[in-house]
C-alpha cells in the first residue's frame, strides 16, 4: 500500500500509534507501507533520506564496536552548491550525536570539489579510468594542499576539468562567432553593431575583450571615410546616453 500524505495532513503520535498497529499485522511482508517526503525538493528528499537511514543503527550503538567503518557513495548527489559546501561539516556534527563514544571513519566517494576542499591531501585518493576502462588511482595532479582550497582553484585542475571552465554550448558558440568575425570584410555599420550585441552578453571579461579587439580590428581598416562614421555613431550613443541620464 502507497500512503501520500499532503502537507495539510497532521501526522500526530495517534496515528503513528495506529500504523505501527497495522504493520504488525504484516510482520513477515515487506513493504506493506510506502512513505515518502511530500513536497520537497531532490536535494532536500536525498539528504534526508541518508540521514535517517542511520538512525535505526545507532540504536544499536551500545553493542556496536568501538571502530565504526561507514561508507558513504556520492552522498552530496542532488544537494545544492551551497548544501555541498556544508554538507561534510554537518555530517561531522551529526555522526557523535547517533554514535557517542565511538570513533568513526568515513569512507566518501564523490565529484565534487566542495567535498575535497574540507579534505587534507593525504585522506584523498583520486580514480579515474585507463584505457581499457578500468578503474585507476590517479598518482599525476596538481591538487596539492587541498584543505581549505579555493573551489575554483580545484576546478580548475585538470582532473575535474580537463576541457576548460565553461559549458560546452557556450564554448562552441564563442568559437562560431570568432570565426564569423574573422570573415567579415569592410562590415557595415549595422553588421558591427550585431556582432556588439553577441560580444556583450559574454561573461568572461578577457574572451568579451578580445572578441572586441578583433572585430575593431576588422572595422579600422584604412579607410578613412568608414573610421569616421564608426567614431561618430559611438560618439552619437555616448550623447544619447548622457541625455538620457
Known amino acids: 500500500y502507497s500512503f501520500n500524505f499532503s502537507n495539510r495532513f497532521e501526522l500526530n503520535q495517534e ?6 498497529k497495522l504493520s504488525k499485522l504484516w510482520e513477515y511482508s515487506e513493504h506493506v507501507f510506502h512513505f515518502s517526503w511530500y ?9 534526508l533520506s541518508l540521514l535517517s537511514r542511520l538512525v535505526p543503527s545507532s540504536k544499536y550503538s551500545v553493542v556496536l564496536k568501538e571502530n565504526l567503518w561507514l561508507v558513504f557513495d556520492e552522498p552530496d548527489l542532488y544537494l545544492h552548491p551551497e548544501w555541498q559546501r556544508e554538507f561534510f561539516n554537518d555530517l561531522h556534527n551529526y555522526l557523535p550525536k547517533l554514535f557517542p563514544d565511538k570513533k568513526i571513519q568515513l569512507f566518501l566517494t564523490s565529484h565534487s570539489p566542495f567535498l ?14 585507463d584505457d581499457d576502462k578500468c578503474c585507476k588511482i590517479v598518482t599525476e595532479s596538481k ?41 567579415l570584410n569592410n562590415p557595415q555599420l549595422t553588421t558591427v553593431e550585431a556582432f556588439k550585441k553577441r560580444i ?18 576588422k572595422v579600422l581598416s584604412d579607410d578613412k571615410a568608414r573610421k569616421r562614421a564608426f567614431h561618430q555613431s559611438e560618439l552619437d550613443k555616448l550623447n544619447h546616453q548622457n541625455s538620457e541620464e
Open 39 to 47: 513536497g520537497i525538493s531532490a536535494g532536500e528528499s536525498a539528504l
Open 143 to 183: 591538487l596539492d594542499k587541498t584543505f581549505g582550497a579555493n573551489i575554483h582553484t580545484l576546478l580548475s585542475d585538470a582532473f575535474f576539468m580537463n576541457k576548460g571552465l565553461i559549458g560546452e554550448f557556450a564554448k562552441v558558440k564563442i568559437f562560431e562567432l570568432m570565426a564569423e568575425i574573422n570573415k
Open 116 to 129: 575535497v576542499s574540507d579534505l587534507p591531501k593525504q585522506n584523498i585518493i583520486l580514480l579515474d579510468k
Open 200 to 217: 556583450e552578453i559574454i561573461g568572461e571579461p578577457m574572451i568579451r575583450q578580445k572578441l572586441y579587439e578583433l572585430l575593431m580590428s
Open 15 to 20: 496515528v503513528l500509534s495506529s500504523l505501527k
